[in-house]
Each structure stands twice: as structure tokens, then as C-alpha cells.
């Protein structure tokens, strides 16, 4: 049964892009396809960082400790959309105009702080396979630590971004902050011990 939990995972991980390409190919989309790809892509790249943070408490709290073994694929899918969420916004929406997604970048501040993200992301998405781990033994851990910095500007980036409805990323920072919480207190009372 255990071989049988990471093919599942990697096709659920798949759901989401595969039903936005329906609507895609079946013209549900609004008048303004390209802000629907990039909101797509961005919800379901905080989506998958969240869900990947979810791992450990998950683990510690109810004992799942066979989830460990799916944290890297969900970090991978994070990533994933992430890259989905970077090309949409350069290609469809920037048209590729290297002088606008450089000026977007200094002069927005949620496009920033969502670069910045996505430019973290990707010595974590290059360093996920077992040669890096054993590679970078003790240094790799403290690297893909960066993911709760990664999470937080992406929260950010979600929040500058809406401008009136805050319900989402609301939630989305409320989440972020109790498994920030459980991280934080697991931590003190490791030291203290």
C-alpha cells in the first residue's frame, strides 16, 4: 500500500492544473484570462508551501511519520506552480519586455517581495534530491529552512497584491503564523529540556 501513496500524490498534485486547463480549452475563463492564469498559479503556489509546512506538525501531532516521505514531492509542486506563476506574469502578462519586469521589480513592492520568493525557491527546488542532502549534510537543512521566509513573502506578495477583498490572504497568514507558532514553541521547549 505504501508504494502506492507517492504515484497517488503526484496526480492529486496535478488536479489542480489539470481542471484550469479544462476551463482553459472550454472558454470559462473571465475577459481577462492572463490575471486568471496568475491568480491560478499563485494561489497554488502558497497553497503547496503551506501544505509542505503542514508536514512536521502533522508528523509531531498525530504521528504520521510516513508523511516525511511525501514533504520533498510537495516542496517540488510548490515550486512547480511557482514556475507556472513566474511565467505566466513574464510571458503572457510582461510579453517578455525585459526593461518593464525589471522596472515591475524595483518599483512594485509585491512584485519584489514575490521575486524574491520565487528567486529563494530555486536552490531549494536544485538542492531536493538525496545527492545534495548528502552532500551539504548539516548545511542543507539550515538551507531549506529558507522555506519560512520563502511562505512569509509569499503571504506578503499575496496581501500588497489584493487591494480590497483581504479574506484570502488572510487566512493564508493566519495559517502561515500558527504553523509558524508550532515551529517556534517546539523549538523553546527543545531548548529548554
Same mark, same amino acid.
Given at each position: 500500500m505504501r508504494w502506492l501513496i507517492k504515484p497517488v500524490l503526484f496526480l492529486l498534485c496535478l488536479v489542480p492544473l489539470g481542471l484550469f486547463t479544462l476551463q482553459v480549452v472550454s472558454g470559462e475563463l473571465s475577459a481577462d484570462p492572463v490575471k486568471d492564469a496568475t491568480l491560478f498559479t499563485g494561489d497554488w503556489t502558497l497553497r503547496f508551501l503551506l501544505i509542505t509546512l503542514c508536514v512536521t506538525p502533522l508528523r509531531r501531532i498525530m504521528g504520521w511519520t510516513w508523511l516525511l516521505r511525501l514533504r520533498r514531492m510537495l516542496g517540488l509542486y510548490a515550486f512547480f506552480y511557482a514556475c507556472l506563476h513566474f511565467t505566466v506574469w513574464f510571458w503572457l502578462d510582461r510579453e517578455l519586455q525585459f526593461g /518593464?519586469? #525589471?522596472? /515591475?521589480?524595483?518599483?512594485?513592492?509585491?512584485?519584489?517581495?514575490?521575486? %524574491?520568493?520565487?528567486? $529563494? !525557491?530555486?536552490? !531549494?527546488?536544485?538542492?531536493?534530491?538525496?545527492? %545534495?542532502?548528502?552532500? #551539504?549534510?548539516?548545511g542543507w537543512q539550515k538551507l531549506h529552512k529558507l522555506v519560512y521566509l520563502i511562505a512569509i513573502l509569499g503571504v506578503l506578495h499575496f496581501i500588497w497584491l489584493v487591494k480590497s477583498d483581504l479574506l484570502e490572504p488572510t487566512i493564508y497568514g493566519i495559517i502561515l503564523i500558527? !504553523? #509558524?507558532? $508550532?515551529?517556534?514553541?517546539? /523549538?523553546?521547549?527543545?531548548k529548554a529540556s
Open positions: /518593464d519586469i #525589471l522596472e /515591475d521589480i524595483i518599483k512594485r513592492p509585491y512584485i519584489t517581495v514575490g521575486f %524574491s520568493a520565487f528567486v $529563494l !525557491l530555486i536552490p !531549494l527546488a536544485v538542492t531536493s534530491n538525496k545527492f %545534495s542532502i548528502r552532500r #551539504l549534510k548539516q500558527i !504553523l #509558524l507558532g $508550532l515551529r517556534a514553541w517546539w /523549538d523553546r521547549q527543545h
